[in-house]
């Protein structure tokens, strides 16, 4: 169950279904830094019902001025996203595209500075259906020797491979466990513009938690955590965009944590993962965190 931050210090907040009377909650801390041999992708819906947004359904010349409301979002995703690669570019492609939406349009590598520029006006051939499959498969081939690897997925369509998407994805989770390909995480961006309907949107909704919860109750439970997925109407902020997203690193400083009643649940002296996980009794409704010269109290209900 995600939980309201009470800080900008922290990403997303997880706690637990009880078990033995004990609750785990995660706490990912936000990072604003490259990180060391990570490599980026960004997928762009190219399928037919992305049309609206890029405004393609007339001539550049007879647009209104910001009617390509695609634009100024992917060019501010992939500069923001360039911060965090480990040589400072993006890869992103056009997906979806092609008569049966099974194909991808490369549009090559971008730098932070390039992005700003960036020509995004939708593929050359729009696709009839949405299949991530194929660039899911385009990105592990690209990014198979990373250490680290992040691609965003922005789409408003109903996946029509969403059982070989997570087969796929199982296939890559089991991969990362036995070291023989390096840590992913596959971040989801959902638009719902007004060209949708209320039935697309329940269903696109329900795609997106499949996959976020796709590893619940099998052999990888609480060992992998390939997905995460946001609507992008419910985003305040692009930092949002890495908020589930456990970076490996440590961060220097100490941290303590206690319960309501001041009992330490977990402390470290040195310095402490990005990605924080303990267990309180069952029903603790907050903790205390002592952290960067702060003390913070943050509600777990």
């Known amino acids: 169950m995600p939980i309201t931050k ?8 997880n706690v637990y279904p009880p078990q033995d009377g004990q609750q785990r909650v995660e706490i990912y801390i936000r990072l604003q830094q490259s990180i060391e041999g990570m490599e980026i992708g960004m997928a762009i819906d190219g399928s037919r019902s992305m049309i609206p947004n890029f405004a393609a359904q007339l001539p550049k010349a007879f647009r209104q001025p910001g009617s390509n409301v695609m634009e100024p979002t992917v060019r501010s995703l992939c500069r923001f996203a360039c911060d965090y690669s ?3 570019t993006i890869l992103p492609i056009y997906w979806a595209v092609g008569a049966g939406g099974k194909e991808i349009e490369p549009i090559g590598r971008v730098s932070a500075a390039a992005s700003e520029t960036m020509p995004v006006e939708g593929p050359k051939s729009w696709g009839g259906n949405t299949f991530l499959l194929p660039a899911l498969n385009f ?4 990014f198979n020797q990373a250490k680290w690897a992040v691609v965003l997925f922005t789409t408003d369509g109903v996946l029509e491979d969403l059982d070989a998407v997570i087969e796929k994805a199982m296939e890559v989770g089991s991969e990362i466990l036995q070291g023989r390909r390096g840590s992913c995480k596959f971040i989801v961006v959902g638009y719902f513009h007004d060209g949708l309907k209320e039935k697309d949107i329940e269903n696109i909704k329900n795609n997106l938690e499949k996959l976020d919860n796709m590893f619940d109750g099998t052999e990888l439970q609480g060992k992998v955590d390939l ?3 946001k609507e992008v109407e419910k985003m305040e902020e692009l930092a949002e965009i890495w908020d589930e997203v456990d970076f490996g690193i440590n961060i220097p400083g100490s941290i ?3 319960d309501q009643l001041g009992k330490e649940v977990y402390s470290k002296a040195d310095e402490f993962p990005q990605r924080i996980e303990f267990t309180v009794p069952e029903g603790t409704p907050s903790v205390t ?13």
């Open 6 to 13: 009470a800080s900008d210090l922290f990403g997303k907040i």
């Open 86 to 88: 480990g040589d400072g």
């Open 139 to 142: 990105f592990l081939n690209e």
């Open 227 to 229: 997905w995460d997925c």
């Open 256 to 258: 303590r944590i206690a």
């Open 289 to 301: 965190l002592e952290i960067a010269g702060q003390t913070i109290n943050q509600s777990l209900k």
